[in-house]
């Protein structure tokens, strides 16, 4: 067997290992979503998605107030996450090697690896007990805080892929720095910022130590954010740990939901790097 042939060999089996590897790493997913839609999908309707909760013995009922819980809680956690941490972002990239940018830098890892439920906590001090009582602003804010570092983390890595010629050209030409940061700079990197903020939406979408502390749930209809607010985790949480079986398959519906909601901001957030990616 020449040198040719040995290589050619060693290279199939190496390609079929990775292969083999790959698909050992993608069935824990394919096995967790094969469960969780065989437990729950025949329990989805429209109905379902529109109603509210029924009370224990009564059968039906839905999971529309933990939806629409769920879309403001993400709401108001974006408009206080993005705008700081895209502004974090930006600092880091264009004046990120003197001691303060260390420092921010070294503030959003530790923030990144704080464990949720501590978080809740630390909401809970900040925002529950001065207000007296639980809110979905205090849920906001904890979920906030998660979001950080992921988007400061993005922002950053994602402005600093943008070749430096872009800045050279537009202050060549006049611009100030500040305008060549937000016109020229930033709008090349708004793919990577926007799966950042989608990835860290997803993130967040789906904890529910925080909210225990914080939000705390309702089982009613609640627009205001001073008031508790139910959202889906935690109605996933409660009414698994419930005794009831019409409550624990409504668990598995909403966790159905849960899961369509986040695999649908990752595929949006890839679609967005392919459609806005900026070939330079």
């Not at 001073?226 to 966790?255: H, R, V």
């Amino acid at each position: 067997m020449n040198s040719v042939v040995l290589r050619q060999i060693k290279d199939r089996i190496f390609r079929g290992v990775v292969v083999f590897l790959s698909i050992i790493v993608m069935l824990p997913l394919f096995f967790i979503l094969f469960h969780i839609f065989k437990k729950g999908l025949s329990i989805v309707s429209w109905k379902f998605l529109t109603s509210l909760p029924k009370p224990v013995g009564e059968p039906g009922g839905g999971i529309s107030n933990a939806i629409v819980g769920t879309v403001i809680l993400v709401f108001l956690s974006s408009l206080m996450a993005v705008p700081l941490g895209v502004l974090a972002g930006i600092y880091l990239c264009e004046e990120g090697k003197g001691r303060l940018a260390e420092l921010v830098r070294l503030c959003i890892d530790v923030l990144q690896g704080i464990p949720s439920i501590v978080v809740g906590i630390i909401a809970y001090l900040w925002v529950v007990v001065p207000l007296g009582g639980f809110s979905a602003l205090s849920g906001a804010v904890a979920l906030s805080i998660m979001m950080l570092p992921m988007v400061v983390r993005s922002t950053e890595e994602t402005l600093r892929m943008v070749p430096y010629t872009l800045r050279e050209a537009a202050m060549a030409l006049g611009v100030p720095y500040y305008k060549t940061v937000l016109k020229v700079v930033v709008p090349a990197g708004i793919s990577g910022i926007a799966t950042g903020v989608l990835v860290s939406v997803a993130r967040v979408a789906g904890e529910t130590a925080p909210l225990l502390f914080t939000a705390f749930g309702s089982p009613y209809m609640s627009l205001n954010i001073m008031k508790p607010m139910n959202s889906l985790p935690l109605l996933i949480f409660n009414y698994a740990m419930s005794p009831y079986e019409d409550w624990q398959k409504t668990a598995w519906g909403a966790s159905v939901v849960l899961i369509v909601m986040v695999l649908l901001l990752n595929i949006i957030s890839k679609l967005l790097v392919r459609r806005w990616k900026v070939r330079f």
